[in-house]
């Protein structure tokens, strides 16, 4: 009798997220560079105005906010063209501009939903923010608006809660043991947990039967 297929591949998402960080680990470590000095130039150029000019401070602080949800976009969107062994570049960090809004939306009625849950009652909270964990990344692979992103996510997390608890909580420990190694760790750690999420989203999306096609992972290159 066959064995069915892990709902969860826990270990192999993680493990496939070390071979592919490592696999391109110079386009990595520069690509967190990036994404660490496009985030904090707002913050820089804010922090001597918070007294003299707040209110100059204050938007350039907002826009501060704009480019690090591009950049999230950006992240988000390079995993995945990693995951399906497509051509990417650093401009790729901007190259989903149109999907802004829908992502704002999204991100924005999600997160709501969680923080809800966690004034609540701390478990709706949890239950919540592992059932809408994959709302960015469908917002950025298939563009879709808020609402429907919210139901796509809850579909694909859908009888697998807990596994996917333990999931998250894997990621947390490979952030965490990132930030240990003196904070240089994170540059490997960050494309890990990436590259692991967009594994396990691709594959929740295949198990979700006929949500989409799923693209195969990359081949593993030795």
Known sequence: MAMAPNPVPIGDAVR??????????????????????????PQWLSRPMMESAPSTAALINLLGSVISIFVSIGVISISLMV?????????????????FWRYLGGTILSGLIVALGFLLLIVPGIVWAIKYQFVPYVIVDRGVGATESLRMSARLTDGVKMNLLFFDLALFGVILLGAIALGVGLFVALPVVLMAHAYMYRHRLGAAGGA????QPAPVTT
């Not at 995951?83 to 999907?99: I, K, N, T, W």
């Open 83 to 99: 995951y399906d062994a497509r051509p990417v570049s650093y401009g790729d960090l901007f190259s989903r501009r149109e999907v």
């Open 212 to 215: 989409s096609p799923v693209a």
């Open 16 to 41: 496939y997220g070390w071979t592919r960080t490592m696999d391109r680990l110079g386009f990595w470590i520069v690509l967190m560079l990036i994404v660490g000095v496009v985030s904090s130039i």
